[in-house]
């Protein structure tokens, strides 16, 4: 009898580690066509540049420039803005987050087919293009640390270390886009919740920590909450110190967080500035009280997955924007939720009501790639040799071919020593070309949007005189700069300007 279960308990573990693999193929299937796709979307456009930059010894911020934390740009730089490369490692990152979610789901769930559900539903919808987990952007590569600092809290016996490298992966995260900052407060909440689990009362709670702050206790009584936030903020305290050695503090500070205010605010507007921000912040809270009141019914496993499901939906909703892929931070609990309706089949109805909420929210919020299969299609159609290189990249966005043009002009019409200045949203045609811009702005609404930047860049091109002005977009904006230009030629609708000395 002993070896029919020793036996059956094998084959259980061998199917577990079968189905991971079949899944981890599955996923790098969806996702080979992404390391064949053209420079062809803006803001990994914008990242190559900066990676250049960042290799030819351009102070990030200070002297090359965009909006978000520096681990993104760092990763770029070590491939010298290589798209290729960048996307093969967010393919071994999804990997690694596949990996990582399956582990996670082992832990949380009891039953063999929540973990299935889980890991499944994560490997296909973050291999498909769906939510444009085919792009190189911040959230492919912050997935992975997320996942692995969740694994280390969620573990039956934890010490201080796990708490500590929890909270130092989560900074990684935040560094690469500061919305990992959720996902933080989402864990500190359950480290803070389970401490009282049993017999939670918020005004117990608060009073305790009343206390031990009364007494200095509050680094002995709250010893892990405390290891975890001070290995969060370390890093960042870190980064901090870095640009203000290089004189680059109060850049890296704008840059990241408080012009971030302005793009959150502007579309959160609701009878004054931030309504919808605090709206959303009230109901979060009501959800969290609901969560903590109801937490030993749904069990300690369905009250992680539902904190962190919380705040990955505010996370996400979080600037109002409908952009696809900030729906990938929702994906790691979202997954997770659907093997806990399997799991936890008495709450099946409330569960599934939550689901349906949710894909009414992210529908009506987000813009989702349809195109899924005409897009394995083109990649097919493209390595078969049935369609043309133009072809191929006009699918992906109808100005690649032009920006391609446009790169090819510039190699043949340059030296290494010229400068080009490009009025357009397509930064990736420096990139193609090799070339970085003559100020820090890379893309006109860059430009346009922020105070000083017009001027800056004026400044830049006075002083560096760049051979070739290009605009893809409508040059009033830009009449100024023309003044020592003529007009060479155009290339599908971009005008060519030459300096005319």
């Avoid at 559900?117 to 792009?135: C, D, H, K, Y």
């Avoid at 600037?319 to 309706?341: A, D, K, Q």
Wanted: aromatic residues 18%.
């Amino acid at each position: 009898m002993k070896k029919i279960v020793d036996k059956a308990g094998a084959y259980s573990r061998d199917f577990k580690n079968l189905f991971l693999i079949g899944i981890l193929f599955i996923f790098s299937i969806l996702r080979i066509p992404s390391l064949v796709e053209p420079d062809w979307y803006g803001d990994e456009g914008i990242y190559q540049v900066i990676g250049m930059a960042i290799r030819q010894g351009k102070l990030l911020y200070g002297q090359i420039w965009d909006n978000k934390p520096p681990v993104l740009y760092l990763i770029f730089s070590i491939f010298n803005g290589d798209l290729f490369f960048a996307r093969l490692l967010s393919l071994i990152a999804g990997i690694v987050a596949l990996v990582l979610i399956f582990l996670l789901s082992k832990r949380l769930f009891g039953n063999k087919k929540s973990i299935y559900i889980a890991t499944a539903s994560f490997g296909i919808l973050f291999g498909l293009p769906l939510l444009e987990g085919n792009i190189a952007n911040a959230e492919n590569f912050m997935l992975a640390p997320i996942i692995l600092a969740a694994l280390l809290l969620f573990k039956k016996e934890k010490s201080s270390k796990h708490y500590l490298l929890s909270g130092l992966i989560l900074s990684l995260a935040f560094l690469t886009k500061i919305v990992a900052v959720f996902d933080f407060a989402a864990f500190l909440i359950f480290i803070f919740i389970t401490r009282f689990y049993r017999n939670f009362n918020l005004k117990t709670a608060i009073k305790m920590v009343i206390l031990s702050i009364k007494n200095r206790r509050l680094t002995v009584d709250f010893k892990d909450e405390i290891i975890f936030v001070l290995s969060f903020i370390s890093p960042i305290i870190v980064a901090f110190a870095f640009f203000a050695v290089r004189g680059a503090l109060t850049d890296f500070y704008k840059a990241t967080f408080s012009q971030n205010v302005g793009y959150v605010g502007y579309g959160n507007y609701f009878l004054f500035p931030m309504g919808r921000l605090i709206l959303k912040l009230v109901v979060l809270f009501a959800a969290l009280l609901l969560a903590i009141k109801f937490r030993q019914r749904v069990g300690q496993a369905g009250f992680f997955i539902l904190v962190w499901l919380m705040f990955s939906l505010f996370n996400c909703l979080f600037s109002e924007r409908p952009y696809t892929h900030y729906v990938l931070v929702l994906l790691p609990s979202f997954s997770l939720f659907l093997g806990y309706i399997w799991e936890n089949k008495k709450l099946f109805v409330l569960n599934l009501a939550i689901l349906i909420f949710l894909f009414l929210v992210i529908s009506k919020s987000f813009y989702m790639y349809t195109k899924i299969s005409a897009y394995y299609v083109n990649y097919l159609s493209f390595l078969l040799g049935k369609k043309s290189v133009t072809s191929y990249q006009s699918f992906f966005d109808k100005n690649t071919p032009r920006d391609y043009l446009l790169a090819g002009f510039i190699k043949a019409n340059t030296t290494s020593k010229d400068y080009i200045f490009l009025w357009s949203d397509s930064g990736q045609i420096y990139a193609l070309s090799q070339k970085l811009p003559p100020g820090r702005y890379i893309v006109s609404y860059h430009i346009t949007f922020y105070k000083n930047a017009t001027v800056e860049t004026q400044n830049a091109i006075d002083k560096l005189q760049p051979k070739y002005i290009i605009a893809t977009k409508d040059i009033k904006d830009i009449y100024y700069l023309l003044r020592n230009y003529d007009l060479k030629m155009s290339i599908k609708n971009a005008q060519i300007y030459e300096r005319q000395l």
